[in-house]
């Protein structure tokens, strides 16, 4: 453990330099770290970069996707599950005044890019946060078929041409 912070160190030390011959300035208070383990560390070591501490973090957030220090992907689909109600909320809105068609597509706007983004990293999560992004996405199809909120919904996927979670994230684990 030792030699790779030490390595770390050594890095961040390279990275600095370029920094400076590059004259560019990195924002130390933007900069983290995570240490990737099913063990929980009582501490960390200290990594520096131009006599600033570089703080130790849990979970960052790394272009949309958020990143655990455990590498469990409840916090980020926490975060998709926010934004899929979110916009489960809009097409409720919207079902009040615009036809199917315009419902399908505001889901697709408004819904499947939060569900399929980056699917291809964060697709071997469990099946508990599997089912919670599906239930969200049945309540989305309910309101796009304009349908009971208890209603079965299995042979919806097929008429809409929309994949659950986990067909989506088989299909783009395959191509």
């Known amino acids: 453990m030792e030699s790779a912070f030490a ?29 990737f383990s099913h063990f929980q560390m009582s501490s960390h070591p200290t990594l520096t ?3 600033n501490v570089v703080n130790a973090v849990q979970h960052a957030k790394l272009l949309g996707v958020v990143l655990s220090s ?5 916090l980020h689909i926490d975060n998709i ?3 899929l109600a979110r916009g489960i909320g809009i097409l409720f809105r919207l079902s009040k005044a615009i036809p199917k068609q315009c ?7 408004f819904f499947l890019p939060y569900l399929t983004y980056c699917i291809s990293v964060w697709g071997n ?30 042979h919806q ?10 067909n989506c994230s088989s299909l783009r684990l395959q191509s």
Not at 23 to 28: A, C, G, K
Not at 135 to 154: D, E, F, G, M, W
Not at 158 to 164: F, G, P, Y
Request: aromatic share 10%; charged share 15%.
């Open 157 to 166: 996927f097929k008429t809409l041409r929309v994949l659950s979670p986990l």
């Open 81 to 83: 599950s926010s934004k």
């Open 49 to 51: 970069m131009n006599g």
């Open 125 to 154: 999560c469990s099946r508990t946060n599997y089912s919670r992004l599906l239930i969200l996405q049945k309540r989305a199809i309910r309101i796009v078929n304009r349908l009971p909120p208890l209603a079965h919904i299995s």
């Open 7 to 35: 390595n770390a160190q050594g890095t961040l030390d390279k990275i600095s330099s370029w920094f400076n011959s590059n004259r560019l300035e990195l924002n130390i208070n933007k900069t983290n770290y995570i240490l």
């Open 103 to 109: 419902l399908k597509f505001a889901y697709n706007a």
């Open 70 to 74: 455990n590498l469990s992907w409840n």
